[in-house]
């Protein structure tokens, strides 16, 4: 029998190459990037990998001019990204036609090419690492995304960028490739970040965490869908969204609930702005009274909704407590604030397993620096941008929020918060009957809940039991 060493030495290896050449245009000039992935290998009868396939998946201002891939190991890319933040990802299928089994030994140049000027053009491999397998027979997807790193400051003097990443595959016997470990607990407060996208400390609660930023790697599955996570909070659940918004709603129909038992609701034909029943007296600007009804959408979503969950999903939700105090907009003195709309949404709470963002996880989401308060993101648009609860709205649909809404020159009760798309994006209020808004869906997380594996791509989301 031959031995090891021997064996060694006639290992197949192909080298698969992707090369790009990535240009920043000047300002806001169209970005221009050419991706060619191409490979040369030692191919027998027996030994034969390559490229077989690339989809255009998420494209964020990003168009793509050209998408090929010839001779089996060559794959050009040609793409516009059109301004900071944009990003373009693709699904790239590597095969392993031959019938001997191959292992991914190296992945070499990422770090190197991030690292080089101009600092905003990154490039990334997803789903795909050093020593996993890839059998006789076998397939496997990963994604190449190219973006725009809108953090960074470029200089307008160096506007491109070469870039060459090499994916080298040997030949292994099934034996010598290591099987998947299982992977422990994920503990996302150790990806902790100071700029860009990502998680944070929150500086208006301590200990508790919150996602940032245009497109943070925050997705998780649940319930067979992507979900977001807003926050890890201070008692150890997770604050989580539906990525997908539902159909539109009224935040409480036209009569739901009668001014006899809440006798804070005005004229119940435009609905009630209290998202859930509280006990005493509600409160929000001149107007108080009593709130004993839920409004029609708690009652859908804690009703017909959770019952539509899987099993396993509604055994994972924390019935949780809810900050549904109103937030006022305060048009007339304009002295707003983050920790003022928190304080606002904290005067009371209600309990139950599905509600709606707070206007406050939206203001904290962004990476913009102006925006600063509901009041300011009300009155002037695209400031709260910069965040993946408004700008990952694909279909740029208006949400409700879960708070109620009133002005300093006008105390009304049927009014509630939403996000608005209409050209730009800003925060405002609609009539609580309204049903041009859509639905996400935010819950709670047990907190012994653990993340098992993932790395919060959308493409790679946390996997959670």
């Known amino acids: 029998m031959r031995n090891r060493t021997e064996r060694r030495k006639k290992f197949m290896i192909a080298s698969l190459c992707i090369a790009a050449f990535l240009t920043l245009g000047i300002g806001y000039a169209i970005l221009t990037t050419e991706l060619n992935i191409s490979g040369t290998a030692q191919i027998t009868s027996n030994w034969k990998i390559l490229f077989t396939s690339v989809e255009e998946k998420e494209m964020t201002n990003a168009i793509t001019n050209t998408k090929d891939i010839s001779g089996l190991t060559t794959l050009t890319l040609d793409v516009q990204l059109q301004q900071p933040g944009a990003s373009a990802t693709y699904d790239v299928v590597v095969e392993n036609q031959g019938d001997l089994d191959a292992m991914l030994t190296a992945i070499n140049g990422v770090d190197e090419a991030n690292n080089n000027a101009p600092l905003p053009i990154k490039v990334e491999l997803q789903n795909i690492k050093v020593n996993d397998g890839l059998l006789a027979g076998e397939k496997k997807t990963f994604q190449v995304r190219v973006y725009w790193d809108a953090s960074v400051d470029f200089s307008e003097t160096n506007m491109s960028k ?197 206007i406050t996880d939206i203001l904290r989401a962004s990476l913009n620096p102006s925006c600063t308060s509901a009041t300011d993101a009300n009155d002037k648009a695209n400031i709260c941008t910069t965040n993946y609860l408004v700008d990952d709205t694909a279909d740029r649909t208006r949400y409700w929020l ?51 594996s993932g790395n919060g791509t959308e493409f790679n989301p946390y996997i959670i039991s």
């Open 162 to 358: 070469e870039i060459e990443i090499t994916l080298v595959y040997e030949q292994r016997d099934e034996s010598e490739i290591p099987s998947p470990s299982p992977e422990g607990p994920i503990d996302i407060t150790d990806e902790v970040v100071s700029s860009g996208d990502g998680l944070y400390q929150d500086q208006y609660e301590p200990g508790r965490y919150v996602y940032r930023g245009s497109n943070p790697d925050n997705y998780i599955q649940f319930n067979d869908e992507l979900w977001r996570i807003i926050s890890k909070e201070t008692d150890g659940t997770y604050k989580i969204i539906r990525d997908e918004v539902l159909e539109s709603r009224a935040f409480d129909e036209e009569y739901h609930r009668t001014t006899e038992n809440n006798t804070y609701c005005g004229n119940t034909y435009y609905g009630c702005n209290v998202y859930g029943a509280v006990s005493g007296t509600y409160t929000l600007g001149s107007k108080s009274g009593t709130v004993t009804e839920d409004s029609s959408l708690a009652e859908y979503l804690n009703g017909t909704y959770y019952n539509s969950l899987t099993l396993t999903a509604q055994g994972q939700v924390q019935t949780h407590a809810f900050n549904i105090g109103g937030v006022l907009h305060l048009n007339q003195s304009g002295n707003d604030s983050i920790a003022n709309n928190l304080s606002q949404e904290k005067a009371y709470t209600w309990t139950g397993n599905i509600g709606l963002p707070n």
């Open 402 to 452: 879960i708070n109620g809404y009133s002005s300093e020159s006008m105390s009304d009760s049927d009014s509630a918060w939403g996000v608005f798309h209409q050209g730009s994006v800003f925060l405002g209020s609609s009539t609580a009957n309204n049903f041009d808004y859509g639905v996400h869906p935010t819950l709670y997380l047990n907190s012994n809940i653990q993340i098992t």
